[in-house]
């Protein structure tokens, strides 16, 4: 896990979806293979389900100090996704990338926040 007196500048969010009927599946597939390698290099991770009669949707944010500290988990191009071997089987359609935001401001605890700055206000 990368220090925890970082705090986080960039947010990567990735997003997908399965079938109800995979949902539950796909969610321990993440858990053992998606989440600890991810978490290993970002500062923090959150993964949100969001199930609907027919299909359940999937959201990845890992949390960055800075886009070049990406470069260890994603490589040269940040929004390229690194497709886990059972992606293909699990979802729908499979994402082409990832979005990335820069983190305005936070109210998560420490290493996750962000302080305003003078300018912010």
């Known amino acids: 896990m990368v220090q925890e007196n970082q705090t986080t500048r960039i947010v990567r969010v990735w997003r997908g979806s399965t079938t109800a ?4 599946d796909y969610e321990a597939y993440l858990y053992a293979e998606g989440l600890p390698d991810l978490k290993k290099h970002a500062v923090g991770v959150q993964m949100l389900r969001q199930d609907r009669t027919s299909e359940s949707d999937f959201v990845v944010m890992s949390f960055w100090k800075d886009i070049p500290s990406m470069s260890s988990f994603a490589g040269s191009d940040p929004k390229r996704i690194r497709h886990l071997d059972r992606d293909e089987e699990f979802l729908m359609v499979l994402p082409e990338a990832v979005e990335i935001f820069e983190v305005k401001a936070s109210t ?3 290493p996750l926040t962000l302080a305003y700055s003078a ?3």
């Open 21 to 24: 009927s995979n949902a539950d």
């Open 119 to 121: 300018k912010a206000h």
């Open 108 to 110: 998560l605890p420490a």
